[in-house]
């Protein structure tokens, strides 16, 4: 399961913990580890979010 693309058929899931810093709102969003980081790079260049943790999980 990869949030990205619903194509995506990488292997390995990660959990990544966003954090709005204006609304204070968690999200949880669900990526392979390839496009995890792509989503990491683009949280980095968003002023409003954050990331609060990217997890591998094992499944
Ligand atoms: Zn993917």
Avoid at 6 to 16: E, F, I, M, V
Wanted: with cysteine.
């Amino acid at each position: 399961m990869c949030d990205l693309s619903a194509d995506c058929s990488n292997d390995g899931t990660c959990q990544l913990v966003l954090q709005n810093e204006h609304t204070g709102i968690k999200t949880t969003e669900y990526y392979c580890k390839a496009h995890l980081v792509l989503r990491v790079w683009e949280v980095e260049d968003d002023d409003e979010l954050h990331v609060v943790n990217a997890t591998k999980l094992w499944r």
